[in-house]
């Protein structure tokens, strides 16, 4: 245990000497909470002890690439307001029960509030463990509306067998630097574990995509209902011509 604390208090002292760059997200986002619905609504879990709400190391990266994607008043972005601290790390499933509910309260707020909206979400080391033990357990219709989820330094990769339980596994993508032990279900911080910052291009191509194809079923969606409505109309004027003549 003792052993277990030096490696986790590492990633603290990493962390906060990580090279900060100027970004589109700053180290705290809440355009969902604060501004309601968008096109696309992204929940965001940083790492252990990051500050602000999104962190530095590849929150803020993510946010910007699906705004450069889709424009940036497409996305909203929420950073959740967990605790992030180094010892939930040691808990069982990852992290403790209130960040957990807090992802499942941001993710509930935004199916219930924004029906229209394309859900995706991520996060970082502790961070992914909190989408793990949240969208777990979700409602389906919730689960359904979100697109697509990464996770970048799984600390539940391992014991999760590379997938949310009980969450389709095509909507997930896990991103593992070689090198980081965090990935083979220990808390052991090697430099490894704080580059994921160089890789949040290959996440957003996987959320991009999830996007698309969700949005396309809702094009396709609408379209259908459109026709629908447009075949009910075309009966009851139909029907008031007839009864028209008939009078």
């Known amino acids: 245990m003792y052993t277990k604390s ?3 208090a ?3 002292g990493l962390a906060s000497t990580s090279p900060v760059e100027i970004r589109q997200t700053g180290s705290s986002s809440s355009e969902f909470s604060r501004g309601g619905c968008r096109d696309i609504l992204f929940a965001w879990a940083r790492g252990s002890s990051e500050i602000g709400n999104m962190g530095t190391i590849v929150g803020p990266q993510t946010s910007d690439g699906l705004k450069r994607e889709f424009g940036r008043n497409a996305v909203a972005t929420e950073g959740i307001e967990y605790a992030a601290l180094l010892s939930t790390n040691a808990l069982p499933g990852g992290t403790d029960t209130r960040s957990k509910n807090l992802m499942k309260d941001t993710l509930n707020s ?4 924004c029906p229209d909206s394309v859900i995706v979400s991520g996060g970082y080391s502790q961070g992914a463990a909190v989408n793990h033990r949240a969208i777990e357990e979700l409602s389906s219709s919730v689960q359904a509306q979100i697109a697509g989820v990464i996770l970048y330094g799984d600390t539940q990769k391992q014991q999760d067998r590379d997938q949310i339980p009980n969450f389709p596994k095509n909507k997930v993508k896990i991103i593992c630097q070689f090198g980081d032990a965090v990935c083979r279900g220990t808390l052991t911080v090697l430099p490894a574990h704080l580059t994921y910052g160089a890789r949040a291009d290959e996440g957003v191509a996987f959320l991009a995509a999830q996007i698309r194809g969700a949005q396309a079923k809702i094009k396709a969606r609408n379209a259908k209902l ?5 075949a009910a109309s075309v009966v009851e004027t139909a029907k008031r011509v007839a009864m028209d003549i008939a009078a």
């Open 6 to 8: 030096i490696l986790l």
């Open 10 to 12: 590492a990633l603290a």
């Open 110 to 113: 935004m199916a219930r509030q």
């Open 226 to 230: 459109e026709a629908k409505e447009a």
